[in-house]
């Protein structure tokens, strides 16, 4: 046989193109080429544009008497399925998404075997030509969501993108937002949860996110444990997070507004311990606070960047060290180093990486603005934040919802968690048009 191949050898199965192609093919007379290329798996193409996407997508392109046929052997390289590190859970599942397309399908599939599950493929990256599938399932999913989303997805302009956290921020409403506006998950339970809640899921190739959407500010606060342990412990963690946001935002600026404005407000018993904390430090609160707070994000990011077993060294010797030294020296006070330490812990309670990030982001703003004009600074931080929420929008749907839009309804799985008796309703930010959990059978 005489005939050109051309691949790249480092995206196909070697032994697939030896079994499918070099072994059959050997020894073969020129009559019976053709005869073996129809029973083969291969593809006539005539157009020479769909052979350069075929061979840069993992094909194999097969070049005889004048024809061109593409097999596509397409296998690269990719880990196995792992825990997730950024997820973790103490019960429930514990595989979590990887690079490979396929395998995030199969991972999801597994979990929804519906025929109701639809999958829409695009392409992004005018160099790249990134694979990305849109999720859904019909008849649960807001058909305005999935054409929205569709639409998103093919105006993208741009060389390539690398990363589903990327891609997110090509489809943001508001990309100048601090505020995350699509929830992004490496587990395979939660997208399953959240396509049976009708939202709408993009999956992208050679990234181990899943990107949901519509998504709502109080969604960033629940975890897995929630469901997979009992209603009442659910609910009471829950509420502890959204304790730790109202300590990660307030704590630290707080401290600020009180020992530069407001001394009245501290108890008799606490004032005298605190004016000698503060004695000899040389700098105003706020010049303090931001110097601590900007101490312990610098400890945060070394950590993060340092191999695990010295990152964990760096951040309890390293705070352990220098707080101490700071307070001996007479740059800040113990109070104000328990407050930051407080703010700190109470931002790890936030199960997304993302919004605590923005969460810390703001509270530099507040520790500002409460060091300007103390109570009042702080009330009208607070003010701007909740206006800027109120306004945002994931998807063209309410960022806020249920609290603007106000709805009762929701409450029950945003505040807490309440038997799954009682889970009966999907969000209504979704406005799927099958409301019940219970889907009928005859759709099915």
Not at 147 to 172: A, F, H, N, P, W
Request: hydrophobic share 45%.
């Amino acid at each position: 046989m005489e005939a050109d191949l051309v691949y790249f050898d480092s995206i196909i199965d070697s032994k697939l193109l030896a079994s499918e192609i070099l072994v059959p093919f050997t020894d073969v007379r020129p009559h019976e080429v053709k005869e073996l290329l129809r029973q083969a798996p291969v593809v006539l193409v005539t157009d020479a544009k769909k052979v350069i996407e075929g061979i840069v997508n993992g094909g194999v392109a097969i070049f005889h008497d004048g024809s061109t046929y593409l097999l596509d052997l397409y296998s690269p390289e990719s880990r196995s399925v792992q825990q997730s590190e950024t997820e973790t859970v103490i019960t429930g599942p514990h595989d979590s998404f990887v690079e490979s397309l396929t395998t995030n399908l199969s991972l999801i599939r597994r979990r929804i075997k519906s025929s109701h599950l639809k999958i829409i493929p695009c392409s992004v990256g005018e160099i790249s030509k990134s694979k990305v599938y849109i999720l859904y399932i019909q008849n649960i999913a807001n058909p305005e969501h999935v054409e929205e989303m569709r639409k998103r997805v093919q105006r993208i302009e741009t060389d390539g993108i690398l990363d589903g956290s990327i891609l997110t921020q090509y489809l943001e409403d508001s990309p100048n937002s601090v505020f995350p506006q699509f929830m992004i998950t490496e587990r395979p339970d939660v997208a399953a949860s959240k396509l049976m809640s009708g939202r709408v899921l993009t999956i992208m190739e050679n990234s181990p996110i899943v990107v949901s959407a519509p998504a709502a500010f109080f969604e960033f606060f629940a975890s897995p444990d929630d469901y997979y342990q009992r209603w009442a412990l659910g609910t009471a963690l829950r509420m502890l997070r959204f304790m730790a946001l109202l300590i990660t935002v307030t704590f630290t600026a707080m401290y600020v507004s009180v020992t530069t404005f407001h001394y009245e407000m501290v108890p008799e018993a606490l004032l005298r311990t605190l004016a000698e904390s503060r004695s000899r430090v040389p700098f105003p609160p706020v010049y303090e606070a931001l110097l601590l707070e900007t101490m312990i994000e610098l400890l945060r990011e070394a950590g993060a960047r340092l191999p695990t077993k010295i990152g964990q060294t760096i951040g309890i010797v390293g705070g352990i060290v220098i707080g101490q030294a700071a307070v001996q020296a007479g740059l800040t006070s113990n109070i104000l180093i328990i407050a930051v330490a407080t703010s700190a812990i109470a931002s790890f309670v936030i199960p997304s990486y993302m919004m605590s990030a923005s969460i810390r982001l703001i509270r530099f703003g507040l520790i500002i603005l409460a060091g300007t004009w103390g109570n009042m600074g702080l009330v009208m931080g607070i003010a701007l934040i909740i206006i800027h929420l109120s306004g945002l929008t994931s998807l063209k749907a309410s960022y806020m919802i249920p609290l603007a839009p106000m709805k009762p309804s929701d409450w029950k799985d945003v505040f807490i968690r309440a038997p799954f008796s009682m889970l009966t309703k999907r969000p209504t930010q979704v406005k799927t048009p099958n409301s019940t959990r219970q889907t009928d059978k005859k759709q099915e």
